[in-house]
């Protein structure tokens, strides 16, 4: 969880507003969880089902960040 934060905050950082991530189906509730949304689309990476998951970052904590 700390290291997906950590992947969220630079990409904030970074002036992004999205991610968007080829998850393993099977953890994708971990993702749903952290707030991030199933595209249905299911497909086959290194012989595991993957699916494609986004989160749009929230504006107010670029702000929050930025005030710290």
């Not at 700390?2 to 002036?15: F, H, N, P, S, T």
């Not at 992004?16 to 749903?32: I, P």
């Not at 952290?34 to 993957?50: A, F, R, S, V």
Request: aromatic share 8%.
């Amino acid at each position: 969880e700390k290291v997906l934060q950590g992947a969220e905050k630079a990409v904030r950082d970074l002036g992004g507003k999205v991610v968007e991530l080829s998850a393993q189906y099977r953890v994708a509730d971990f993702y749903n969880k952290q707030g991030y949304t199933e595209l249905n689309d299911i497909h086959m990476d290194e012989y595991c089902p993957h699916t494609w998951m986004r989160k749009e970052l929230d504006p107010a904590c670029i702000l929050n960040e930025k005030g710290k």
